[in-house]
């Protein structure tokens, strides 16, 4: 049965507010790296390179899963998040070489 205290709700609106500004940080975050790996990959293709780079994805993933146990984040969690974005960052430049 939902808390009808008043209080409660109070709280319960303050914290999704706070979690609907950090969503919306995280958009706007997600569409900055986006524009420029966009820019990486259309040098990439000028430039007749790979469109990924698995030396680099594996540095990024052992720094950021270090750098998720140091916030207290699962590193399992962040090592998925970081290979979609990289998986969706290939993509797009695969797109951008033509393939």
């Given amino acids: 049965m939902p808390d009808s205290n008043s209080a409660g709700d109070a709280q319960l609106a303050a914290f999704r507010r706070s979690i609907d500004n950090i969503d919306a940080a995280l958009i706007h975050i997600l569409a900055e790296r986006f524009r420029i790996t966009q820019a990486v990959g259309e040098y990439k293709a000028a430039n007749a390179l790979p469109p990924a780079d698995p030396g680099r994805e594996e540095k990024q993933i052992a720094r950021l899963r270090k750098l998720a146990e140091e916030a207290h984040l699962d590193p399992?969690?962040?090592?998925?998040?970081?290979?979609?974005?990289?998986?969706?960052?290939?993509?797009?430049?695969?797109?951008a070489r033509g393939g």
């Fill in 76 to 95: 399992e969690f962040s090592e998925k998040f970081l290979r979609f974005i990289i998986d969706e960052v290939i993509r797009h430049h695969e797109r």
